[in-house]
């Protein structure tokens, strides 16, 4: 089985039946794009870490977007469920764009992730009653460092904007989520390849890596674009290690916490940058004390890639915990704190 059959296995497990059906016919029908099955069956690294089939899907949501072929676009409307004629079709005639948009890194932004951020940001404020300075990597349009800008439901508990479009209630297990205000001081982040939320082809890039059976993710998406048009996000273009070395390096006022965090961003850095940035991290941590805190949230899958945990590390005094075990895209949040 290939990359496509088993991460269709992954979708239907998830909860999307229908990417699952469309990877599965497209493992089937990749005869039909000779450039695409030449991509995918000599793919550098690991093709699960590098979202191959994720980038796929998205390319072929793009096209029914554009309702191109006309066959893929009824697929994707539910006009007819001839899955594979419609995706051989796609395959046949759009070879060269589906092997070129998967050169690019996956920019998914996923909003719904916010809400393990926040509960997380929650538990720092329980330790530090104080302001929060927020530092991402990864940032992509920075829909996440607009965290403050939406308005949530952690499993009974308030939280955020309550009078924002952007309504983020995951599913909730477990333990009570903490129930403490978050108040953001600053936010900024860092992408090597920015993207604007005002413009077009980015916004519709970001749209075609929503599941295409999950339309409260599109409009929820498309109101956090809209807040982003108004709201900017601070994001600079550059490498995430010189970057959180400069950011990390510059004065922290007292009584402020200073909190680097990530989602599903450390699959795509490469290995020695990785160690290069914990390094950075470490000393700084090293620095922190009790009126200069630091903390570390950390959305990702972990080593084996058998779940998503969400971790917090606080400094001065280094301890690392797995507050809970999450949905990829946040559609529940499974709390263990």
């Known amino acids: 089985m290939g990359e496509l059959g088993r991460q269709s296995i992954v979708m239907r497990a998830i909860g999307s039946p229908f990417v699952a059906d469309v990877l599965a016919a497209a493992e089937r029908q990749l005869h039909h794009a000779p450039l695409t099955r030449a991509m995918l069956a000599d793919w550098p690294g690991d093709p699960a870490a590098a979202a191959v089939a994720s980038r796929f ?49 996956p920019q998914t932004n996923e909003v719904g992730r916010a809400a393990a951020i926040l509960a997380a940001l929650m538990t720092v404020r329980q330790r530090f009653a104080m302001p929060v300075e927020l530092l991402e ?15 949530y439901d952690l499993g009974g508990v308030a939280a955020g904007d309550p009078s924002s479009p952007v309504r983020i209630a995951p599913e909730w297990r477990g333990a009570p989520a903490p129930d403490a205000p ?107 004390d009790a009126t200069r805190p630091l903390a570390r949230i950390g959305f990702e899958w972990n080593a084996t890639r058998s779940e998503v945990e969400l971790r917090l590390t606080c400094w001065p005094d280094g301890n690392t915990c797995v507050l809970a075990t999450c949905h990829p895209y946040g559609n529940w949040i499974d709390w263990r704190a």
């Open 57 to 105: 899907n998205a390319a072929l949501h793009a096209l029914a977007r554009r309702d191109t072929p006309a066959s893929l676009g009824a697929l994707y409307r539910g006009a007819h469920d001839d899955v594979d004629g419609a995706v051989a079709a796609a395959l046949a005639a759009h070879d060269g764009f589906i092997a070129a948009w998967m050169r690019d890194t």
């Open 137 to 151: 990597i990864g940032s992509s349009v920075g829909l996440n460092l607009n965290l403050a800008h939406y308005a």
């Open 182 to 288: 978050v108040e953001i001081a600053a936010a900024c982040g860092v992408d090597l390849h920015p993207l604007d939320a005002r413009d077009a082809a980015t916004c519709e890039r970001l749209m075609a890596y929503v599941f295409a059976d999950q339309p409260a993710r599109s409009a929820r998406l498309a109101h956090a674009l809209s807040i982003a048009c108004v709201h900017r996000p601070a994001v600079t273009r550059g490498d995430a290690v010189s970057w959180l070395a400069e950011r990390l390096a510059e004065p922290q006022p007292a009584g402020r916490v200073r909190v680097l965090f990530h989602s599903m961003v450390l699959q795509y850095v490469e290995p020695e940058h990785r160690r290069a940035g914990l390094a950075t991290i470490a000393a700084a941590g090293a620095r922190a």
